[in-house]
Nanobody, 117 residues
Framework: QVQLQESGPGLVKPSQTLSLTCTVS????????WTWIRQSPGKGLEWIGV???????YYNPSLESRASISRDTSKNQFFLQLSTLTPEETAVYYC???????????WGQGTQVTVSA
């Protein structure tokens, strides 16, 4: 069973950079694709980006200038950095696995990130 666990700061000041880690167990990140998604209060899910099995990265065009996704295969972890945060980006941030069928089949539990001074 694949399990994902997000970790990172719960509080970030406006204009600062958010750094999150997703630790994966039960499966190698060198297989499949792995993605970051967020959900702000009262809004739907917003896709941030994905890192594929070969390390290629693709971003939501609206976030591409501020987002960076990377990985450490030796630790079976992948990472999100999102710069210049605004309070409107307060959200629950999720990491997830994107299956070969093109569906998200495993989710982390999510981590609350609040952007506030």
């Amino acid at each position: 069973q694949v399990q994902l666990q997000e970790s990172g700061p719960g509080l970030v000041k406006p204009s600062q950079t958010l750094s999150l880690t997703c630790t994966v167990s039960g499966g190698s990140i060198a297989n499949n694709a792995w993605t970051w998604i967020r959900q702000s209060p009262g809004k739907g899910l917003e896709w941030i980006g994905v890192i594929s099995h070969d390390g290629s990265v693709y971003y939501n065009p609206s976030l591409e200038s501020r987002a960076s996704i990377s990985r450490d295969t030796s630790k079976n972890q992948f990472f999100l950095q999102l710069s210049t945060l605004t309070p409107e980006e307060t959200a629950v941030y999720y990491c997830a696995r994107w299956s070969e069928a093109g569906e998200i089949d495993f989710w982390g539990q999510g981590t609350q990130v609040t952007v506030s001074a």
